[in-house]
């Protein structure tokens, strides 16, 4: 649906659900990823919840594929909690193949979306929130135009620690 010239963001369908039931319950992805801690997720609950998001009007989910690589599932993305007084929405990509972690495709899956989000969705800004310690994802933000706009300092518990969480934004080129 949308085309970078590494990957193609493309609708979630119930064929990838075990793939992504996988990438839940993997717990070194989700301490990258941050938020709630890893729990047990049976393939049945992550595929409800994949349901019940399909049906958010505030949400917006896609499925990362690989252009050279038949359509490969690596991962998911998407637009969430959609403020439709202020224009914004946050932006999540979780990569959840190892074998294409540090290889450019994070930040091409970011731009596709930013762009979606301003010239299609006609947002005006778009955010996030990642752990100081996530070193990769922030420098692949920062590639795709993100900036620190803040940081809460040893917000949360991750993976043994109190750690810091960066906040992030880019606002379209015509709004500052
Ligand atoms: C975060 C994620 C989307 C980034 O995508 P990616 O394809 O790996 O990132 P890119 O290759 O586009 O960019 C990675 C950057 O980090 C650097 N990098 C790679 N491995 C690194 C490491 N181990 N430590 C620090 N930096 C690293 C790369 O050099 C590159 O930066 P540079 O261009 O300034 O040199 C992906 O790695 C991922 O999904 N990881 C697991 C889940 C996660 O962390 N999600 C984000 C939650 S906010």
Not at 31 to 42: E, F, I, K, R, Y
Not at 119 to 127: A, E, F, G, I, T
Not at 158 to 176: C, E, I, P, S, W
């Amino acid at each position: 649906m949308l085309t970078g010239s590494l990957v193609t963001l493309r609708p979630i369908e119930p064929d990838d659900y075990p793939t992504l039931s996988n990438y839940m319950n993997d717990v070194e992805l989700r301490l990258l990823v941050g938020g709630t801690p890893p729990l047990p997720s049976p393939q049945a609950s992550v595929a409800a919840l994949y349901e019940r998001r399909r049906q958010d009007p505030d949400e917006v989910n896609f499925a990362i594929t690989v252009n050279d690589q038949a359509g490969k599932l690596i991962g998911h993305c998407g637009l969430f909690r959609h403020d439709h007084v202020a224009h914004t929405a946050e932006v999540g990509v979780t990569i959840g193949d190892r074998a294409y972690w540090g290889r450019g495709y994070g930040r091409e899956v970011v731009s596709v979306l930013v762009e979606y989000a301003f010239q299609v969705r006609n947002l005006r800004k778009v955010h996030l929130s990642v752990l100081a310690t996530n070193e990769r994802a922030i420098r692949a933000y920062v590639a795709a135009g993100f900036a620190e706009e803040g940081r809460r300092r040893r917000h949360v518990w991750n993976d043994g620690a109190y750690t810091d969480v960066v906040l992030m934004g880019r606002f379209r080129d015509d709004d500052h």
